[in-house]
């Protein structure tokens, strides 16, 4: 069975804290991708990384980058995270080909105070 | 541009009643895919079908079906004899268009809550 691991089921940072968000997956997909679930807005790609070192920005990439030094780990960084940033997370891979499913983490929960 | 519209923000269903989620899709492709997944409440999304344009067929699965209609561009899913472990949030989800990145847009959910 294929996993995707996030680090952390809950989070409470402070505002400016930099914050990391890892996410490990175990079947050696070469598509990595970081979402934002907010009520109302379904899901919006933050970021997605298609092999090591190479990424691409989604919708809503301010705020946030990314680092990809392995193909199995895509992490999420927060330079210096705000309230509006309070959300769930959501890491997913996938195989590289256009059509295949993307498979989830169990989400993180952060919460900026 | 690639658009997924679920205009069906909470359903509230008495067990064994059936339930369709509607999805209704915009793209100027003649090559796409189609998905839904569940979330139920522990947060984990759960992929549980794909389609591609070239496939109209309905297809089912135990109490669950899905009717992909291009006509109208939808691709609805339907739960027959609804049950409270089928309580969640439903997504539907298509890839952006161009190339091989198979990044997924979503839908914006519809919350299914069955009561018993």
């Known amino acids: 069975d294929v996993k995707v691991t996030q680090s952390s089921r809950y989070l409470v940072k402070r505002t400016g804290e930099k914050v990391f968000l890892e996410c490990v997956q175990d079947?050696?997909?070469?598509?990595m991708f970081w979402y934002r679930q907010d009520p109302g807005l379904g899901l919006r790609l933050i970021y997605f990384?298609?092999?090591?070192?190479?990424?691409e920005k989604g919708d809503i990439p301010e705020g946030y980058s990314v680092s990809r030094e392995k193909k199995e780990r895509f992490s999420l960084i927060l330079e210096s995270a705000s309230t509006n940033q309070t959300s769930m997370y959501l890491c997913?891979?996938?195989?590289?080909?256009?059509?295949?499913?993307?498979?989830f983490g169990q989400g993180t929960r952060l919460t900026v105070v | 541009a690639q658009k997924v519209t679920q205009a069906q923000t909470e359903i509230s269903v008495v067990e064994k009643e059936d339930v369709t989620l509607d999805c209704v899709y915009e793209?100027?492709?003649?090559?796409?895919?189609l998905f839904w997944y569940k979330q139920p409440p522990s947060g984990e999304l759960v992929f549980l079908i794909r389609?591609?344009?070239?496939?109209?067929q309905n297809e089912i699965s135990g109490r669950y079906s899905w009717n992909f209609q291009k006509s109208t561009s939808s691709f609805n899913f339907t739960i027959t004899a609804s049950q409270v472990v089928d309580s969640a949030v439903y997504f539907c989800?298509?890839?952006?268009?161009?190339?091989?990145?198979?990044?997924?847009?979503f839908g914006t959910g519809t919350l299914l809550a069955v009561q018993p």
């Open positions: 389609r591609n344009s070239f496939d109209e």
């Open positions: 997913a891979s996938s195989w590289e080909a256009t059509g295949t499913e993307a498979f």
């Open positions: 989800a298509s890839p952006l268009p161009g190339g091989a990145t198979n990044k997924l847009i």
């Open positions: 990384s298609y092999d090591v070192k190479m990424k």
């Open positions: 793209t100027r492709d003649t090559t796409y895919y």
């Open positions: 079947m050696d997909h070469e598509n």
